[in-house]
């Protein structure tokens, strides 16, 4: 028979792993559903500064300890792909990989992943030289030359984390003025090691003979001249798409974030939607836990 569970919390990174920990202190039987392990996006930065009271915190670190608190209660994990999920009033089904389980309520927060560029070489040079990750690949580049694409928080907190190591990073931005947090964009600017190139959008990762990372061809967007910087590594930071294809049948908006106010609520009765997933002004890590505990508040409020 299938299991019930008064909540099904779906991912485990900052709302998720918040969200258990506030349903296993409300007496919710609770059940946390994730696909690869604890932490989320965090993992992929190297350093979290505006997280408060925890200053400087490495994002693996905090991902650890948010995982650690909620390990000392009692919630019930599965490490599971979900498929889809059979919304019904009061027994929602969710369909993994590992079997279905049954959920009086839902809590959706598997956020987002990191947006392709749909260039060529993009696809096939991936894991050659090709990352979305600087903090979990840039150790494969120390003293080479890579580039970083992008102009957000991400790609400039990559950027400075790669110049650590990197002998040159270039930072290729598709305008004149980056949309990073102004304090990254002063560390970026001091460093002796990072160029930006402005204007520019890349077309295409090109292979050396090695069949590795060689180059990566740019076009200036004011000029349209077209060169090619000579690299190891391309470091791809333009933003990120939202993990929710598995939740057809709930309103989402345009780009597939889920549509829900401060409550958390979603269109479907009894499913909440928590942290990045949710379409919303600014995903922090600090916006995303605050959804996970609005999302049990919300929980309790539906099951009485
Ligand atoms: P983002 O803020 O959406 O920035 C994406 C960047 O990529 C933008 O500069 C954008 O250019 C550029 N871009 C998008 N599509 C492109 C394309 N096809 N070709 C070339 N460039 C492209 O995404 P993010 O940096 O991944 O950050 C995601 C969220 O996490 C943000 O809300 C961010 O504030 C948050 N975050 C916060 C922190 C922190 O507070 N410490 C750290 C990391 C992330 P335009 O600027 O021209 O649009």
């Known amino acids: 028979m299938e299991q019930q569970y008064d909540v099904i919390i779906i991912g ?11 349903a296993a202190r409300a007496g919710l039987a609770t ?12 993992l992929n930065t190297y350093e979290v500064d505006n997280y408060p009271g925890l200053p400087q915190i490495t994002g693996g670190e ?5 995982s650690e608190h909620l390990n000392r209660f009692d919630v019930t994990r599965l490490m599971a792909g979900v498929e889809r999920i059979d919304f ?13 389980f049954i959920g009086r309520t839902i809590v959706l927060a ?11 070489g993009e696809e096939e040079l991936a894991g050659a030289g090709v990352s979305y990750c600087a903090t979990c690949d840039g150790a494969f580049f120390k003293k080479r030359t890579v580039a970083v694409i992008g102009g957000g928080d991400v790609a400039v907190e990559d950027a400075i984390y790669l110049a650590r190591g990197c002998e040159k990073v270039w930072l290729v931005h598709r305008r004149d003025e980056l949309r990073a947090a102004k304090i990254l964009q002063k560390a970026l600017f001091e460093l002796p090691n990072v160029e930006v190139v402005w204007d520019s959008i890349p077309k295409e990762i090109v292979a050396a003979e090695s069949g590795m990372v060689g180059g ?16 190891s590594g391309v470091f791809i930071a333009t933003g ?9 049948g709930i309103r989402k908006d345009e780009k597939g974030y889920i549509i829900a106010d401060e409550s958390c609520a979603t269109s479907v009765s009894g499913v909440f939607a928590a942290g990045d997933i949710r379409a919303k002004r600014l995903r ?11 999302a049990i508040y919300s929980v309790q409020e539906y099951l009485i």
């Open 284 to 294: 922090q890590v600090t916006t995303a836990v605050a959804d996970g505990a609005n």
């Open 240 to 248: 990120n798409d939202p993990n929710s294809s598995y939740a057809d």
């Open 110 to 120: 598997t956020g987002n992943s990191p947006k392709k560029l749909g260039i060529p």
């Open 88 to 100: 019904s009033e009061g027994a929602h089904r969710v369909i993994t990989d590992e079997g279905t």
């Open 216 to 231: 990566l061809k740019i076009e200036n967007v004011r000029s349209n001249d077209t060169s090619v910087l000579e690299v």
């Open 31 to 42: 059940l946390l559903i994730e696909r690869y392990g604890d932490g989320g996006q965090i």
């Open 12 to 22: 485990a990174g900052p709302a998720g792993l918040t969200a258990g920990i506030y």
């Open 62 to 66: 905090l991902g650890s300890r948010m």
